[in-house]
C-alpha cells in the first residue's frame, strides 16, 4: 500500500520559514519523480516544486530562490524548505510521487501565512 505523509505544516508570519516533509512507503522511493503542489482557497493546485529521480529540480516562478526542494532516497522522504513566506503561500500542500505510468497523492498539510 502507498503511503505518502506530510508533516510539518503550521501557522507562521510573513518572512518566516517552515520545512515540510513528505515520508513515503509502499514505493521504491529512487526512482519516483517527486513534488509539491499546493491549492489555496478557491483557487486549482498549482506545481510548488519538484525533482527527478537524478536530482534535477524545477519551480514555479512564484517560489524560486525562496523555496528549495531536496530528497533523502535513503530515508525515502521528500522535503521543502520554504523562507521568506508570503501571505500569498498560505495553501494546503500535496506531495506528489509519479512516473510514467502512475502517480501517488498525499492528504496535504497546511500552511497559513500571517501578515
Known amino acids: 500500500q502507498v503511503q505518502l505523509v506530510e508533516s510539518g505544516g503550521g501557522l507562521v508570519q510573513a518572512g518566516g520559514s517552515l520545512r515540510l516533509s513528505c515520508a513515503a512507503s509502499?514505493?521504491?522511493?529512487?526512482?519516483?519523480?517527486m513534488g509539491w503542489y499546493r491549492q489555496a482557497p478557491g483557487k486549482q493546485r498549482e506545481l510548488v516544486a519538484a525533482?527527478?529521480?537524478?536530482?534535477?529540480?524545477n519551480y514555479a516562478d512564484s517560489v524560486k530562490g525562496r523555496f528549495t526542494i531536496s530528497r533523502d532516497n535513503a530515508e525515502n522522504t521528500l522535503y521543502l524548505q520554504m523562507n521568506s513566506l508570503k501571505r500569498e503561500d498560505t495553501a494546503v500542500y500535496y506531495c506528489?510521487?509519479?512516473?510514467?505510468?502512475?502517480?501517488?497523492w498525499g492528504k496535504g498539510t497546511l500552511v497559513t501565512v500571517s501578515s
Open positions: 525533482i527527478t529521480s537524478g536530482a534535477s529540480t
Open positions: 509502499g514505493i521504491i522511493f529512487s526512482v519516483f519523480t
Open positions: 506528489y510521487a509519479g512516473t510514467k505510468v502512475m502517480a501517488y
